[in-house]
């Protein structure tokens, strides 16, 4: 089989990660995977069941009855199929975001959704983001960057999406839950958020997402030519 090329998209809770990895992707005809919606399907799946996101025992005793798929359209959406059942629009809750990151925390998680992840690499081209691509998951990623941005100013964006699509947002609640979220994903034992050290930093701060779009296409055509 050929070698397939993976850029690793890692950084804190919006950064844009996504839309700019699913930017790329389609730019480059590259599988879009958003690890964070798998970690988010563990979380609503136990939630389900009414388990805490910190009862590791709980979360380990019944892991092994939640099968994920990960589906994509023709339009190329990634879907989370959870023992058969879409729940990509359900994952998407301030509640989810919460539970998703303290369930991240567990070993028993991560070793399950490691290989899920790779396997994926290996069979498809891949801009894959999340928090650990870059320093666990697939550490010979051809291209890896870091996308990050204030919490000030990512709370002002996710403020703005949510106001945009007519729903209610408070910018005081949603920058306190961004810097709870930043300390829980980089002070975690295992795979914490962090900056691999051959990781290129892109802070997007003040830059238009065509400007950060313009400037990771420039470096993964000075990496892999694509
Ligand atoms: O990217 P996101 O906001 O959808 O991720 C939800 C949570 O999942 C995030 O707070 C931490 C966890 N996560 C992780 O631990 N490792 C990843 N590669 C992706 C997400």
């Not at 892991?63 to 359209?73: H, K, P, V």
């Not at 301030?94 to 998680?109: E, F, R, W, Y």
């Not at 996308?147 to 949603?174: C, F, H, M, P, W």
Request: a negative charge; aromatic letters at 4%; proline letters at 2%.
């Amino acid at each position: 089989m050929a070698k397939t090329v993976s850029i690793a998209i890692d950084g804190p809770a919006g950064a844009g990660k996504s839309t700019i990895a699913r930017a790329i992707a389609k730019e480059l005809g590259y599988y879009y995977v958003d690890t964070g919606a798998i970690y988010r399907t563990v979380a609503y799946f136990m939630d389900l069941l009414g388990i805490s996101p910190k009862d590791v025992d709980g979360v380990e005793r019944y892991i092994d009855e939640l099968t994920i798929n990960i589906e994509y359209d023709d339009e190329g959406v990634q879907h989370m199929i959870m023992n058969g059942m879409d729940v990509s629009n359900d994952i998407r809750t301030q509640d989810i975001s919460q539970k998703a990151s303290l369930i991240s925390a567990h070993a028993v998680v991560r070793d399950v959704l490691l290989d899920m992840q790779r396997d994926v690499a290996k069979a498809h081209n891949v801009v894959m983001d999340g928090r650990d691509i870059g320093t666990v998951v697939l550490p010979k990623a051809q291209v890896k960057i870091f996308l990050t941005a204030s919490a000030e100013v990512r709370a002002k964006r996710r403020t703005d999406e949510l106001i945009a699509k007519g729903q209610k947002a408070n910018y005081e609640q949603i920058l306190k839950e961004i810097q709870q979220r930043d300390y829980q994903d980089s002070h975690r034992a295992i795979a914490p958020l962090k900056m691999a050290k051959d990781s290129v930093k892109v802070d997007t701060s003040d830059m238009t997402i065509d400007e950060v779009i313009a400037a990771i296409r420039a470096i993964v055509a000075e990496k892999v030519g694509a």
